[in-house]
Every structure is written in C-alpha cells, then in structure tokens.
C-alpha cells in the first residue's frame, strides 16, 4: 500500500493530472473513476507535452541539419523516423501519466517511487525502441544485443527526465499550495485569538468582573484577589496563544477554569458546573480557546442575567475511536438574544477545518427538554501526541 503524502488540496484539484506530489501526509490525490482529465488530460499539460518533446523534434532536425556532410536539399530528405519517435514518445508518455495517476504514484514517497518510475521507464523506452529500430534498416541491420540495450538505456533517460519534470512540477504546485494554505490557517489563528481577546475584554465582561470585584473589596478581600488573578490569567493565555496553534489540553483547561471562576462571582449557586477529563487526554494538543470558546456559548445561552434557577453546565473530555471529543452540555433555549455575535463558534469551525484538513468538526445539537449539546472532534495521530 503506499504511503499517504500530507496535502492540504481538495481531492478535486488532484484529479486532472496537475497536482502535487505530496509532501507530508493525507487523503488520496485521485478520487475514485475516471473523468475526462483523467483520459485527455488539459491545456496546461498538452501545453508542457506539446513544448517539451516538440522542442526535442526541433533539436533532432536541427542536429540532422547541422551534419558535415548534409546534403543542400537535407529538408527534404528527413528521415521520418525522428517524427515517428516523437511522436511514440508522446503517446507513451502520455499512457505513464494515466499509470501514475490510476496507481497513485503521487502519493508515495520517494524510496517507493524511485523504482517504480526507473521500471516504467525502461518499458516506455523497450516498447519505443521495437517501434522505431525496425524502421532504421542500418540501425536494424547491427543490431545486437549491446546496441539495443543502449538504444533502450538512452531512450529510458528521455522518459527518466521526463518523469522527473512531471513530478517536479506536481511537487512545486502543491508546495505553493501548502504554503498559501498555512497563511491562511496563521490568519484565521490570529484573528481568533483577538475575537477572545475582545470578548474578555469588551464593556459587558469588564464591566460584570468590576462589580464583583467592588462587592468582593469589602466583604471577601482574598475572593477578590482570586478573581483579579484568573482574570490575568485569561488575558496573558489569550495574548500567548497567537502564535501557536495547539496547545497541550491541561492548560486549555486552566483557561476553562479561569473563565469559570470568575463566572462563578457573578451566579453564585446558579452555576453549577461539573467536568470529567479523561487522564489519558490531559497531554493531547487541541487548538487554543477552543473549548473555553464552548464553555463560555454554554455560559451566554445557560444562565440568565435576570434569572434565579440554576443553570447547570458540564464539559466533558474523551478519547473515542482515535479521535479527542470535547462535550459541553448546557440547558437554555437555542438561538435566543444574548447579544452574542456567534463569532467564536464560527473562527472555532474556520481553525479545526484548517488545522485538520476538514476532518475536525464541531456541531452544536439543541438537543430534547431544553439541553444543549456542542461537540467538537479533533482528530489525533501520533504526530499530535
């Protein structure tokens, strides 16, 4: 089987023979059938294949013409083999390239690629040699076991280089692909990071968190400096999670815990929360914010400024089928007016589709009897332990 190459493309842009070689590991570069690019192939392609061996007709002609002992009228003598060979070479390598995409050549590493192209192109050059040979009766007249092996080593380095191009060009298309991609990803990075900072910081917050702490002054000086501390510890997480984009979850859970102390102040008994991490989990990396991003949507649509009920709240962290869930259940009415602008969930879905080529995902089930479920999956490997 080979081995998967990492590729941040769409499985559609792989499919018409101008893709990447891959890099570092993912899903198949060719989707399963085979469409009309698959067959013919496009303009970019014909636009390589039409220059590349047509450039190798003219040097042929030219180097027919350049001979000492050329006749005046050698144009017209040309041996039509030199135009017979381009264009074999041509068709076959236009058939190595449905070889390398109907196999997934791409998508091996190099060790695994290397013999497969050196045995391609060795079948490319026997079957272009007993096309050709037959044709050059001086040639076909010596023939001997040492000139047909060289006719067919030197035709073999003509399909060789023309591999190497071929995946040379794949791998530099996906490496700018790779890159744009990553852009994007540290853009969408930054600018959760700052939604935080702005919801932590913004009047309602700041002003909820003052009045607390002037209850507290008085009443609980040492509650007072706790809720100062946690709020700290909120803004020093948030202004260092900018530049990195997993952390490990136990200080994703401090960020949780600071979040909820502070809350805590404000509801009192009407915020019970309960929490169960799985110890195997403590070490995994998850994207920063994310489940304090969960957490504090439960906070907005569960508890009522103006209301007296407990709201209950319950995060859960587990390790299901190689995949790390986080779980927050809450009881509230979905969709009703907190003034949220739903902004955090949204960047929350934008890093996990970037950070885990779209198989992270994160749902949000209004659920029966008034419970609400958000559940994000972030899918682990060994790389991410």
Known sequence: ?????????????????????????????????????????????????????????????????????????????????????????????????????????????????????????????????????????????????????LVIVWLSLHFIAWS??????HYYVQLQETRLQQLKMDVALKETALASLRSQVNPHFLFNGLNALRDLIETDPAGARAVVTQMAKLFRASLSSGDRHLIPLHQELETVEAYLLIEKTRFEERLPVRSSIDPAARDTLVPPFLLQTLVENAVKYGVSPSGTEPAGIEYTVTLEGGSLVLTVRNRGQWGQSTGSTGLGLKMARERLALLFDGKGS????????????????????????
């Open 1 to 149: 089987m080979p081995t998967r190459q990492f590729s941040l493309t769409s499985p559609g842009n792989a499919s018409d023979g101008i893709g990447a070689v891959a890099v570092s590991t993912v899903r198949p570069s060719f989707p399963a059938g085979h469409g009309r690019r698959f067959w013919l192939g496009h303009k970019t392609y014909w636009a390589c294949q039409i220059g590349g061996w047509g450039g190798g007709l003219l040097l042929g002609i030219w180097s027919e013409l350049m001979k000492p002992d050329a006749p005046p009228d050698a144009v017209q003598g040309l041996d039509p083999v030199v135009f017979v060979s381009t264009g074999m070479g041509l068709l076959i390598s236009h058939v190595l390239r449905w070889v390398i995409l109907h196999r997934r050549w791409k998508e091996y590493r190099l060790p695994a690629l290397v013999p497969r192209v050196l045995a391609a192109s060795l079948a490319g050059a026997a079957v272009l040699a007993a096309v050709t040979m037959p044709l050059q009766s001086w040639i076909w007249s010596k023939a001997g076991p040492g000139l047909v092996s």
């Open 362 to 385: 994160l749902t949000i089930d209004p659920g029966a009897d008034g419970l609400i479920v958000a559940r994000a999956v972030i899918p682990q490997s060994p790389g991410l332990n």
């Open 164 to 169: 190497g191009i071929y995946f040379g060009w």
